[in-house]
């Protein structure tokens, strides 16, 4: 029989409500998963095995009286660890958060319990979810499980190997310039990064305020759906949160996307310095071939102002993190060198020594970015060429539905290749990027493999059109037909059929 | 040695009387134990995101509109940032840059003549925590925080470099804290840290059009320390200026103890606060109805009742001036008469007794403890003839020390005046035959006397003839008038 941890949410939720199988016999299967697996990916930065099996018996002992459950209600979910759960440490795999445990629940935890959901760790990820591969966790690395010598990709690279690796039917992440997309491009699962606002980012401990949002990693497109009904929606505690109430997701998924006007950006296939991988590309083709199919009308078209991307980005992230991370002093939280001889000394010991280089490094970027002097020229620039790179998108989208390209122009890297070499590991944001920097929504599905590695496809779209990339992400997962995984006994998993 | 003039400028820093805080709902009462009024908003935990305030923006901008500035819309915070342990997350978020009330202006009235000043720019900003040192800082080897006061809202009001004289200077001080006051938008105790002011001070020889170097003087805690502050400063400047030394652009503390300002340590003055517009909030827009209703709602402003005292209560206008001068006093004023007082006879218990009450005992004016309705019933006792002037002033005394409601002081203290003619006229006439002199001068003409024989009836009946009658009475024997 399929091992339990293998399902889907929704899935499961069909088992669950026909009495077939109980929510603690479920967790069972996945902590089992898990037992086997952990020490290989290590997707995971603390279990949280007892108030999982205490949530699944409470769940089961709703199902035995007859009470009707949710449809999340009951299933295992990774949690990135950048989200505050109160009484969990929660510690950006950061040394400087290594013992913080916060007092609060962010908005995002408090629904998904309130959805029922079932936390059954805390993720690891690029330190303050500053990096590409989740090697910049001050408690190492994770690993691919296509390939346990590749990286997972990140920041939110646990929770992508996590779910890929059927370490947990669910994921949340965090998309700052990425974070979702590539690492479930690169573990073969979809993500999705909703609408800058979409989602309350209270509680999500900030890398960059006006980029970071928090989204779903998912087996398939439905349960991609099914987990935001659940975490999306307005939030009194965050002003920058979208005010009106989200929809329902899954309301589109099935129906016909014939007469869908598809953008090609050729922006995303080459830019200067960069070529996306012929594999990758070959296979982001292939889908669009499959798209033309069911019916959508595909076009290239040219987004001119998304080749500042990137050099916009590295100006307005940094300074926005240097400013958010200076609360990390040693003073009311966090690490703390003691020994020293005045305050100003522990301030500077307790950053230097809690903060890894990847953090310091954008810390001191931003720092010099907003410095008198230099603030007309980079950061007040770059808030005007991110306006001009916005404008490029709203154009788009008076033409199209969706756009299409590559999520990232390669499929998992080795671990190692890129960690001396930042501006490599920067390039590979190259296609995620421009979404940020224009707050609309993306979502990265699988469409095949390039040399035995899940490649993943982006679809882009319009402010608050989820609801289009779910329907467009869903016919073409039912059409394409990728069976997901395949496990061997090592835990590995490989591309079947 | 050149005549030079004075020139200062001021910026006045207010706490907005908001219950809770500005970007959570932790309170704002002073006072509370150490860090008991925080939560992780103000705390600046990882994670924590700020809400604007709404009451504390509708303050501000209810200001703003007083001092007749332009609102900018859209208006926006920015970060200040610097570290320092006080301040939960190493940022101010602060309107520094970006001021929502802008180019306004506020008349202000010294000895008689109308000048107006310009107000630069209003803005809103969080206050920090406090640090506290343990007696022996260096033993202990620590400090605390408190950080029950971090996240209050501050406003900020800068004027222009438009003020001429110490004069002036104490004028602007007290019409803005007064016009906070009236505005309800801050309780503006000095005593409580509620306002600080910081002066810009500069001097240039009188005839001249630009301004000279400007010095900001910082730790300024009462008016008093501002206007000696502003004498030393001027007196220090010129005194360069006369040497042929040169004045530098700086901040300076006061030192009250010393009675002199000292120049801030240049690592202290050069921070580089990196503003930068504030991602977690969103843009102010302020719409023309919003703005509309709350001038339509701004309530009476000191010159306004001022004028209303005097031409609607008929009050003297040094009175007037005074009664306003003070919106607890003016309210009280209001209140009395409103309960059916005389708004003079209000008046004239206020200027008299409670001021100088207030200032024996070193009171606060809105410290003033009694009720306008207890002053209207002592007026009314007055006026049935219950008491007379004297007695009231004695229970008013009382009323002062023990708050006790005048019927209550009266009876307890067995007052009643006589205003019953047959028995007065057996004292009058029994005094008048035990100073034969004095009643034989008023008869012949000279007034002088009547004082003293009306204080004997007094004396003769404890206090309790009714002074009107006794005077009567004392005219018609002696005058037959
Ligand atoms: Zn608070």
Redesign the interface.
Known sequence: MTELYTLTAHAAHALLTAREVSARALLESVLARIDAVEPRLHSYLRLLPETARAQADAVDAKIAAGEAIGPLEGIPLALKDI??TTGVP?T?ASRM?EN?I???D?TVVRRLREAGVIVVGKTNMDEFAMGSSTENSAFGPSHNPWDLSRVPGGSSGGSASAVGGDEALLGIGTDTGGSIRQPAAYCGVVGLKPTYGRVS??????F???LDQVGPITKDVTDAALLMNAIAGPD?????CFPEAAPDYTAGLGRSIAGLRIGVPREFFTQEGVQVDAGVERAVRTALDLYAKLGAEIEECSLPNVRFSLPTYYIIAP??A??NL????G????YRQTGTKD??GM?TASRDRGFGMEVKRRIMLG?YV???GY?DAY?LKASQVRTLIRQDFERAFERYDVLVSPTAPSVAFPLGAKVDDPMQMYLNDICTIPINMAGIPALSLPCGYDRGLPVGLQLMGAHWAEPALLQAAYAYEQAAGWTRTAVDEAGRVTAAG | MADYELIVGFEVHAELATATKIFCGCSTEPGAPANTHTCPVCLGLPGVLPVLNGAALEHAVRVALACHCGISSPSIFERKNYYYPDLPKNYQVSQKRAPFGVDGWFDLEVDGTVKRISIVDIHLEEDAGKLVHPEERSAAGYSLVDFNRAGVPLLEVVSGPDLRSVAEAEAYMTAMRRLLQYLGASDARMELGQIRFEANISVRPVGTETLGKRVEIKNLNSFRTVTRAIEYEMARQIDLYERGGAVAQETRLWDDARGETQAMRSKEESHDYRYFPEPDLVPMVFTDAYLADLAAKLPELPAARRTRFIEAFGLPEYDAAILTGEKTIADFVDAAVALGANPKTVSNWIMGEALRLLNEKGLAPDALPITPRALADLIALVDDGKINANQAKQVFAEMFDSGAAPEEIVKARGFAQISDVSALAAIVDAVVAANPDAAAKYTAGDDKPLGFLVGQVMKQSRGQANAPVVNALIRKKLRGE
């Open positions: 989200l505050c929660t950006c958060l913080f916060p007092p609060y962010a980012r209270y509680g999500l401990i900030a960059a305020s006006s009194p505690c965050d002003s920058t300074a926005e240097s400013s200076a609360r990390y002093d003073v009311e939280f966090g305050i100003i301030m720092t907003l410095s008198s603030y950061y």
